[in-house]
Structures are given as C-alpha cells and as structure tokens.
C-alpha cells in the first residue's frame, strides 16, 4: 500500500466518516427484517471487520447469527486490501460491524456496495476518542480503543441493541448473552488491575512499534514513553531524529521492554532493541490469534498481553 502523507491521510479519514454517516442513514430505508428472509436459516448475515470485533459480535450473537468476519487472523488492519470476495461478502451482510475512529480505510472501496437496509455500526462512536499522542502530529483519533476492556464493555450495550434490532425475535437472548460477557470483562478489567500492581509505578513505562497503548496507558497508569513508527498506523514512515530521540529517551528513563504487535515486521524494533539494549516482546495488538492458540478470543488475548507486558517489566 502506497505511504498517504498527514493532508491525505486526514482526507481520507473524513471520507470514511461520511461515507458511513451516509450509510448508517440509508440504513432505515429497508426494514432488516424483510431481508432475513435471503439468509440461511432465518438467520441474519452479520459481517465484522476484524477478528476482534468478530469474537465480541459472536458473543452477544451467539447461534442466532451466521457471522462472517472480513480480515483473517495475523491480518494488519492497517495495510489490509479487500479481494473481490470480499465485495460480496460486503454485499451480502444484514448488520456491518465495524471498530470505527478510522481504522477501516480499507472500507472505503466496499462502500458503495453495501445494501440499502444494512445496518453499519460503528462501535467507536461515543466513545472518548484521544488524539495523537503528540501536539500537531496526525489529525487523527487512535483507533486502537479495544486495548482498554472498558471501552469493550460500552462496545457490549452497542451490539445487543443493533442485533435485537435486526432480529427482534432473540432479543432476550441477546440481553442475557450480553449481560453475562459484560461481567466477564467487568471481572477481566479487575484481573488486569491486579496483575499490573505487579509492576513497580517507577517501572510502567511502555514502547512500541507503533502507538496502539494509548487507552490502556490511561487506564491502567502507564506512560507511553514512545514508538518506533510515531504514528496510530503501521503505514506510517519512521523518522531518523525521532528514532534517534526515542533510543535516547529508552536509555535516560530505563524502559525494559519494546512491545512488537504480531501482525509488524519487527526489524525496525529489533534494531532499537540492539541499540539500547532491551529485550523485544512479542504481543498481540490487531488481531486475534488463529483458532486453539493462545489469544482466539478477545478475552485470552488480553490475558495473554498483560502476562507478557507484566513479566516484561516487573
């Protein structure tokens, strides 16, 4: 994918925005419930763009929704480039569900596929967006808000009410299915607390291969001390005296560990990590892990992350 400089890059985030403004009002043009009739079984097509929106869909939607999620797992959501199937899976969905705060650029070729009468949820709408880590560094919201389980919690009321809206007959279900996963990341978030306490305050300091901690550092108390790429996008290019800057800043303030997603070449992080002497971890950040390894679900992927950051830096 070709490098988009910061003016296009916010072009193009204002595109989505409207794009899918214009796409949730069309949404009510077509009742859902007169195209359930099309799908297998009564049951309504549901398309998630990612593996982590995927498996929180599932868990509200449980059996009474054929789910399809659009990136496969170990894709980059930031350099994913839809095939022609995916245009008809698009254009085949019931109910699109998507992360939001500018994540998907990759939609902006499907758009004009999706059907009028599909519902489009944008998950990251409410939510208390933040901005680049850096004053006038990128005109753009982080997208990366599933890093913090709380925001994953409001993510919960968004899907059952969309999902009791398309199918209004399992609505019940839903609220239940919602109730129980919303106290299991309640008691996931009081998990997290816990095994963070681990970590000495002096030693919560976090680099990455690119800036994806935002929302979990202000939750859980950690200062984001830098990024090898500076940037929410992996796309982004690095910059020498940045780099230069952040080695400086790794060495002055002590930092343990730099954090590599599992979906980034982690070449430019191995060469921070020789140069300043810190061990690279390994993580997962947008995407889950193939079906039976150790993050497939929303909930084992954190787990897993936090067993690595804490025993990284305690």
């Known amino acids: 994918m070709i490098y988009m400089d910061k003016k296009s890059r916010s072009i193009i ?4 925005a409207i794009c899918f403004i214009g796409i949730s009002a069309c949404s009510t043009s077509t009742p859902a419930n007169k195209r359930l009739s099309a799908t297998n079984n009564g049951k309504p097509k549901v398309l998630a763009t990612t593996t982590i929106v995927g498996d929180v869909v599932r868990q509200i939607g449980d ?5 399809t999620v659009l990136l496969p797992a ?3 959501p930031h350099s994913f480039e839809p095939t022609p199937k995916d245009i008809a899976t698009v254009a085949d969905a019931d109910a699109i569900f998507l992360n939001g705060a500018g994540l998907e650029e990759f939609m902006i070729p499907l758009h004009e596929n999706i059907q009028d009468g599909t519902l489009v949820v944008d998950l990251s709408d409410g939510l208390d ?3 680049a880590p850096k004053e006038g560094k990128e005109n753009q919201y982080d997208p990366h808000v599933w890093m913090d389980p ?7 009321g968004n ?9 209004p007959s399992h609505s019940n279900d839903f609220k239940t299915n919602a109730g129980a996963y919303r106290q299991a990341l309640t008691d996931l978030d009081a998990w997290v607390q816990d095994k963070v306490g681990q970590i000495p305050e002096s030693q919560r300091k976090l680099v990455s291969d690119h800036y994806f901690f935002g929302y979990f550092a202000s939750h859980y108390g950690f200062e984001v001390v830098g990024a090898s790429i500076p940037s929410f996008s992996t796309l982004a290019e690095p910059d020498a005296q940045e780099l230069a800057d952040l080695e400086d800043s790794i060495t002055k303030l002590g930092v343990g560990a730099i954090f590599v997603g599992n979906t980034v070449n982690p070449t430019l992080a191995d060469r921070l990590a020789e140069d300043t002497g810190i061990k690279v971890v390994p993580i997962y950040t947008g995407s889950l ?6 993050a497939d679900t929303y909930l084992d992927y954190i787990r897993y992350n936090i ?3 804490v025993d990284a830096l305690k």
């Open 159 to 167: 899907i059952e009410t969309n999902l009791s809206q398309l199918d």
């Open 307 to 309: 067993n690595a950051i």
């Open 74 to 76: 170990g894709s980059d």
């Open 150 to 156: 709380n925001n994953v919690i409001k993510w919960v």
């Open 129 to 131: 967006l933040q901005s």
């Open 63 to 67: 059996e009474h929704i054929e789910l």
């Open 289 to 294: 892990s193939e079906a039976d390894g150790p």
């Open 13 to 16: 985030f204002i595109l989505v």
